[in-house]
């Protein structure tokens, strides 16, 4: 019998570095120094004498922004799934950002809303860690590139070379400076604007199929100098969400997050047609209607910078899991495989687990002249989780079709988010498969329903009472 999918993901939640990693290649490649690219060369440490960093950016440019780093001006929030991984891997990653100015917070100091009304919350056992996406992989960059066997070379990837079937080595510059690196193993990290497809189709291989889901997220981000210091505040993150008809301005969600320079990142977003102000009245205007005073009171202080803003058309991801004429020893990773709509934070701690799932193939299921067919197993159920809790929701909001089993996946998800904004243990459940330390199947089970069904006809009950 097939291993459920919360058995899967468990397992992979919990990974750990292999105590005794069989060496497996001479040399590996990793397409793209980007945080999955960087935790993907972490595993690949353990298992080749030499790892090699394909990246056109320069990673050697300390704290400072890196050109390619996505939505890098925008809020970034480290789940516990990820920060979890991170500690197990980059042993005292967390005490390292928490030097820096990084805030690591509990659920106690975060205050969600759910149309407005306030999620009910006990102290709960995990963190959540604030800080620029530039220091989280800052932090990750230095310490994966200190290991003795991981090198740079800067540059860009412009295709494959194989034998026998399999992948043995990757062609990088250009023109006539191109060179070839010779590679055992080889791991695209090229993100949502990956090639490999292209090369994939050129060189006579299956592409895997790519499915797309429209998000149509417009969001802004704007940075205020601090007005109080987070030590002197009762909570130090707001993260506020609404179901449409959306009634703050058309806003489907908001959020404050601390900076580690003793600042503020705040955002507002909206879908479709609907644009979030981009001025900083506007911002102050609708920050006085936003649930929490936070967002008021930050929005008081002077604004660093230019406001930023975002827009993404769609979710994204390809399924390797069918593919059979494929290059043994190639996988993909983080964006280049699935990207989902940010406003749900995922993309840092979906690479660290696509992490996990290389290391697991490697340690345990590698063949060499076959195609990883095992990561790509567990890959589906990672990217699944993710696609659950962020694409299933703008499918959702969009009424776009699906299947009954989605259909009753979603209601019952939905009860039982909708019953945690009252109930502690219904809210601490959801609050871990949104911090992708469990899957959402486990909001399907019976047991979570019938409470859920309970708490919510209690609060239908008091409030036509009220």
Known sequence: M???AVATFDRLAGLAPPENAPVLFETACVLGGSIAGLLAARVLADHARRVVVLERDALDAGDQPRPGIPQERHVH???????DWLDR??????????????????????????????????????????ATRTAVESVIRDRVLALPNVEVIRSAAIGLRYSGGRVSGVRYGSGAAANTLAADFVV?????????????????????????LPSRVNYVTARFDQVRRVADLPYVGVMARWRPPYPVDG???????????????????????TRPSDTLEGLRAVSA???????????????????ATFRLADNRRRDFTGVRKFPAGLVSVGDAVASFNPVYGQGMSSAA???????????????????????????????????????????????LPATKEATERRHAISQVMRGGAADTVLSRTVDHV??????????TDPALAARAAEVNSRTAKLSRAG
């Not at 320079?261 to 479709?272: C, E, F, I, Q």
């Not at 697991?360 to 696609?387: I, K, M, S």
């Open 353 to 399: 687990f696509h992490a996990s799932c290389l290391s697991e193939y490697l340690t345990a299921n590698y063949d060499p002249g076959a195609l990883a067919a095992p990561f790509f197993r567990a890959q589906r159920v990672v990217v699944d989780a993710a696609w659950m809790m962020s694409a299933d929701a703008d499918a959702a909001r969009l009424r």
């Open 89 to 130: 891997w980059l042993p005292g990653f967390t005490k390292e950002m928490e030097s820096k100015g990084a805030v690591v917070a509990g659920s106690a100091h975060i205050v969600s809303y759910w149309d407005g009304v306030p999620v009910v919350r006990d102290r709960g056992d995990h963190s959540l860690l604030f």
């Open 289 to 307: 209607k936003l649930p929490s005073p936070l967002f008021g009171e930050v929005s008081s202080g002077a604004l660093v910078g230019d406001i």
């Open 2 to 4: 097939d291993e459920s």
């Open 188 to 212: 695209d990290a090229m993100g949502r604007g990956t090639r490999m497809p292209d090369w994939l189709r050129h060189d006579g291989y299956e592409v895997p199929g790519l499915d797309r």
């Open 77 to 83: 929030t480290l789940l516990p799934g990820g920060q």
């Open 251 to 273: 806003l489907g969600g908001a959020a404050i997050t601390p900076t580690e320079h003793g600042g503020w990142l705040m955002m507002l977003g909206a879908y479709d047609e």
């Open 434 to 443: 949104i911090w992708m330390l469990k899957h959402p199947d486990t909001l």
